[in-house]
């Protein structure tokens, strides 16, 4: 069985290629030109340079084969415009290019509102691609994923290493969490075995999803250290935004925290309701809070990310 994934060299493409490979498939990776190669010992795949508006190489990417993974997507962006282009319209076109391939979508807890931000409108508008294609289709929806790798949560955990956990101020907001090679774990077996074409959300099987106090007490117990949760009211975190957009505007690089993604933060209630897709397929995650926490503060430092203690 051949598959082609998109997405390879972000953050949970390594963790996604790896489980596919585990399976025994021959992979085909969609790689940019200008992105560096992750590291994974032992997995062999094919490359096709390119990316998801490159329509010569998602035709070489999708030719023959079984499945497609489609991890690939624009998570910060320098114009509001840019997710549309990418998240909706490249979906767009690897769908309409491989019809008849059964494509697993990889989207995001935003998708559930897509009034937010203009990310989450897009992730909506490319399930909505998906969902109404005539060939085999799944989509996951993944909440807030962390793990080794993850560069846009180790600012999260280098300032709990200071004993400080940065946090919204909004009160009773819960969110479902999971880690990344849970995730990939899941799309992996959703590979393996199909279930009918569906929306699934996923997360690691905390009922009730957490709050930010919990988050700090497992960063806390994962770092070794004493933490104190800051909690930082919206004002103050729409003056960091308008700050990263000045950045921006004057040719710095793009930031994640705009004025679109504080909606999304603030957002009380990003839960995991629909856990479907354990049942369907038979995957359960592996990681909870703690011990997942402490495998990623375990990895940074063996990385030099954060110091050791």
Do not use: C
């Amino acid at each position: 069985m051949i598959v082609a994934v998109t997405g390879a060299t972000g953050f949970i493409g390594p963790a996604l290629v790896s489980a596919l490979a585990r399976r025994g498939y021959k992979l085909r990776l969609l790689v940019r030109r200008w992105s560096p190669l992750p590291s994974l010992p032992g997995v062999e795949a094919e490359l096709v340079l390119g990316d998801l508006l490159d329509e010569a190489a998602l035709k070489r990417l999708v030719d023959g084969v079984d499945a497609v993974v489609h991890a690939a997507g624009l998570i910060k962006a320098r114009r509001p415009s840019d997710f549309m282009a990418v998240n909706r319209d490249g979906t767009a076109l690897l769908s309409a290019i491989a019809p008849d391939s059964r494509l697993v979508l990889l989207s995001s807890l935003a998708a559930r509102e897509p009034q937010l931000s203009p990310y989450a409108a897009s992730k909506r508008a490319a399930e909505e691609v998906v969902s109404g294609r005539s060939g085999p289709w799944l989509t996951v929806r993944a909440p807030a994923v962390y793990g080794p790798g993850d560069r846009e949560t180790l600012a999260y955990f280098r300032a709990a290493s200071h004993g400080i956990a940065l946090q919204p101020l909004v009160e009773g907001a819960r969110l479902s969490l999971i880690h990344v090679a849970d995730l990939a774990e899941a799309i992996a077996t959703a590979v393996d075995k199909p279930p009918d074409s569906s929306i699934f959300e996923v997360d690691d099987g905390r009922q009730g999803g957490y709050l930010y106090a919990d988050m700090a007490r497992a960063a806390a117990k994962a770092l070794g250290r004493k933490i104190r949760p800051i909690s930082i009211p919206r004002p103050v975190m729409q003056a960091v935004a308008n700050l990263n957009r000045l950045v921006q505007v004057l040719g710095g690089p793009t930031q994640i925290l705009s004025s679109d993604k504080i909606n999304e933060i603030f957002h009380p209630d990003w839960r995991v309701h629909d856990r479907r897709l354990a049942a369907a397929v038979g995957w359960q995650p592996r990681y909870g809070l703690e011990v997942g926490f402490g495998d990623t503060v375990a990895w940074y430092r063996r990385q030099g990310w954060l110091p050791n203690p």
